[in-house]
């Protein structure tokens, strides 16, 4: 079987490290926040080249929170994609403001900066760009408009652990970005997890204080906060994977590379991998307009995909707004029913690489199903 991603199999390539690190945690009788957290959101804000981390239970807490501090609230709205993990949206809801929709770009699949500018209005608050599958959004031009129309910038980084733009690395590119360390993604937990990373002292410090009851001190209760802590074996176990994080995205790439030389030129449509970009490949997306087929005979053939995501979120129903309909966002809808991601991990054998594409290869054309 190859997986999408295998997570017993990097567990078992640094499970002395990891081991060690959860004795460690057991044997301190600390188990929330304390100097495990502390110590790797220090690391994490230099990996991510920026002043500040703060850990915190989830991606999902740490967009929540990256918005409060931005002071988004009821009546504000926020520009987003529709076309995303459907949490970003969630979030934006959890705020009381209203998600704002533009469509993604083709080829990058990430927010489309040429519809920005018409999407703002005066009750814009922020513009939540998201780097989705680990390629980064096109930053300078959305930086640009948001600076023009003074709106703050949050990027969701969950997907995009040490990706760059322009040799920047995401996290430092808006003024809070927030990451997921959700166990499947580049860096992830053992449970759940999440971070915000910024160099903006004040909203270190929001957050800080938001995600732990809202307490300047224990008991006094300055903001009405949640209970969004770090647990300390996350912050031990991100601290000895972020170790090898550099040398895994390396991986990855590489990984990408031998895709795109062993994937077929014609049936399917391959991740481009933007020239301002270091895609760091959480997930490679490939297109194809046989997905159902192209599932099910990898499936057949012991290989797990994934479809990140067959439905835009201007479309489920949880999430229907008599602003939006079908046919809104035509970039968004047809990627959706298109998108289609292989197996990617550091892990993954060369040998693993050639069955996938082999499956692929044999299945273009099969079917009577059209490629692309
Ligand atoms: C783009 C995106 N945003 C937000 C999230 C939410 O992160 P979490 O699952 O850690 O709450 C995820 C993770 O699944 C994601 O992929």
């Known amino acids: 079987m190859i997986y999408l991603v295998d997570l017993q199999a990097q567990y078992l390539s640094i499970k002395s490290e990891i081991d060690r690190a959860i004795a460690r945690v057991l044997e301190s009788g600390q188990f929330i926040l304390g100097n495990e957290v502390a110590a790797f959101e220090e690391n994490f804000a230099a990996y991510c080249s920026a002043a500040h981390c703060v850990g915190l239970n989830s991606g999902t807490s740490a967009l929540h929170l990256a918005l409060l501090a ?83 910038v949050i990027e969701d980084a969950a997907q995009a652990h040490g990706a760059e733009y322009k040799g920047r690395r995401v996290g430092s590119l808006g003024e809070i970005a927030c990451f997921s ?39 006094y209760h300055n903001l009405r906060g949640f209970n969004y802590r770090m647990e300390a074996m996350q912050g031990a176990i991100l601290r000895v994977k972020l170790r090898h994080l550099e040398r895994w995205t390396e991986v990855r790439r590489y990984t990408a590379d031998l895709y795109r030389e062993v994937l077929p030129d014609a049936g399917i449509g391959l991740p481009a991998e933007m020239p301002y970009s270091r895609h760091v490949y959480h997930f490679f997306a490939v297109r194809t307009s046989g997905r159902d087929a192209m599932v099910r005979r990898l499936a057949d053939a012991g290989v797990q995909a994934g479809i990140h995501y067959p439905i835009p979120v201007h479309l489920q129903p949880a999430y229907t ?11 968004s809808e047809q990627i959706a029913k298109e998108i289609l991601s292989l197996p990617i991990y550091p892990e993954m054998t060369r040998a693993q690489i050639d069955k996938v594409a082999g499956i692929i290869s044999s299945t273009a054309g099969a079917d009577g199903v059209l490629y692309k």
């Open 70 to 152: 931005a002071g988004v609230g009821p009546g504000d709205e926020v520009i987003t994609v529709p076309f995303t993990f459907v949490a970003t949206i969630a979030a934006i809801h959890y705020t009381g403001a209203t998600p704002v929709f533009v469509d993604i770009d083709p080829v990058s699949y990430t927010m489309d900066p040429d519809k920005l500018e018409r999407a703002i209005t005066a009750r814009t608050k922020a513009i939540l760009p998201v780097h989705l599958y680990g390629q980064p959004a096109e930053m300078d031009p959305i930086l640009g408009i948001a600076r023009g129309h003074s709106k703050i």
């Open 181 to 219: 360390f959700y166990p499947g993604k580049n860096l992830g937990a053992y449970g759940e997890g999440g971070a915000i990373v910024t160099n903006n002292s004040e909203y270190d410090r929001i957050v800080r204080a938001l995600r732990d009851w809202g307490q300047s001190r224990r008991y």
């Open 321 to 331: 707004d008599a602003r939006y309909k079908e046919g809104d966002f035509p970039v």
